[in-house]
Structures are given as C-alpha cells and as structure tokens.
C-alpha cells in the first residue's frame, strides 16, 4: 500500500536522539514485540515528541519535532489498518470499532495534510499540530482502554502480529525514505 500522503516524505525523519520504533531499532534498542505493546510505545512516542514540540524554543527543532510526529502517525496508521484492524475485526468479530478507528485515522491524515501544507508555506503549525493532538488522544485512549485489554483475551499470538507490524513499518519507512530521496534528487 502507498503512504497515503506522498507528502510526508519530504519531511526529515532523524532527530540526535531515536525518536520512533523503526530509529530506536536502527539504534539497536530493544523494543517489546507483542504488537499491543508496539502500538501503545508508538502512542508514548508521539506524546513524547509531542511534549517536546510543546517545550521547545527553536523554531527550526519545531519543524523537525512536527514533521517527526506527522512520519510517525501517517505510519503508525498505515500498519494499523493493513495488519493490526483486520486481526481484531476477525478476533472480536466488531467491524464497528474498527470501522470507528479508521475514521479518527481519516480525521488524523486530514490534520496531518493541513499540518504539511503549512510546513511546506512556512507558516506556524502549532494550532494546528495541538488540534491532531486532540484527535490523537481521544483514538489512544480508546485503542489502549477497550480494543487492546479485549485483543489481549482473544486466542491469538500477538507476538507473531508484533513481528508483522514491525516489518510492514520498517519497509514503509524505507518506502518514505526512497520517496525522500527522490524528490531531494529533483530539486
């Protein structure tokens, strides 16, 4: 599946600091592989970087830090919906809370665009990047208090869906580094 927006991929993806699962396991750190526990580090991820945008004064590390938290979620959605949603519509029998969580994905992808465009105009994103938050939340606290604890009692190896969604992010992060590239090539 392509990254839903292509222009993600003009943003950088590295901090000093690992940041996201895929810099973290590049760093060679090591990350738990129970896939509810891969999404909820991705949830602290994008709170942590969130919390460091809020704190930060360098307006060019603002930049950094909301494009971090765009790559992140724009690729934390993607493996969601390709692996995770179609394994607890089957193991919970409930298309409505995933039907539900696509479309907080939707409303995120839409912030997220707003977001990128202003980046890409220069202009602030700090409005913009608290309202994504708020979205973010909300969908968090769902995952974490109704569909994770039910996904946790069903009869599934959730270690084996761990190791799909660490590959399926690592090869879309390697798709938006190629996208990256590319466009820096054009320039």
């Known amino acids: 599946m392509e990254i839903m927006i292509p222009e993600v991929a003009a943003l950088k993806l590295t901090l000093q600091e690992p940041a996201t699962l895929m810099e973290l396991l590049a760093a060679g750190k090591k990350i738990p592989a129970e896939a509810t526990g ?9 709170k942590a970087m969130y919390r460091q945008h809020q704190s ?13 938290i765009c790559t992140a979620l724009t690729v934390h959605a993607l493996v969601e919906e390709e692996i995770f ?3 607890v519509g089957r193991a919970l029998e409930d298309d409505e809370m995933v039907t539900e969580a696509i479309e907080e994905h939707n409303e995120m992808r839409a912030e997220i665009a707003k977001i990128v465009g202003a980046m890409t105009a220069a202009k602030s994103t700090t409005r ?9 939340e909300h969908h968090v606290k769902e995952e974490e ?3 994770f604890p039910d996904m946790r009692q069903m009869e599934l190896d959730l270690y084996e869906l761990g190791g799909q969604l660490t590959a399926r992010r690592a090869e879309a992060l390697l ?3 190629r996208q990256t590239n590319a466009l ?3 320039a």
């Open 38 to 46: 891969l999404l909820m580090l991705d949830h602290a991820e994008v």
């Open 56 to 68: 930060e004064d360098n307006a060019e590390m603002k930049v950094l830090l909301a494009g971090k």
């Open 145 to 147: 208090t109704e569909m």
């Open 175 to 177: 798709q938006l580094k």
């Open 85 to 87: 949603y179609p394994e």
């Open 184 to 186: 820096e090539t054009q």
């Open 128 to 136: 913009l990047l608290a309202k994504l938050m708020r979205i973010v």
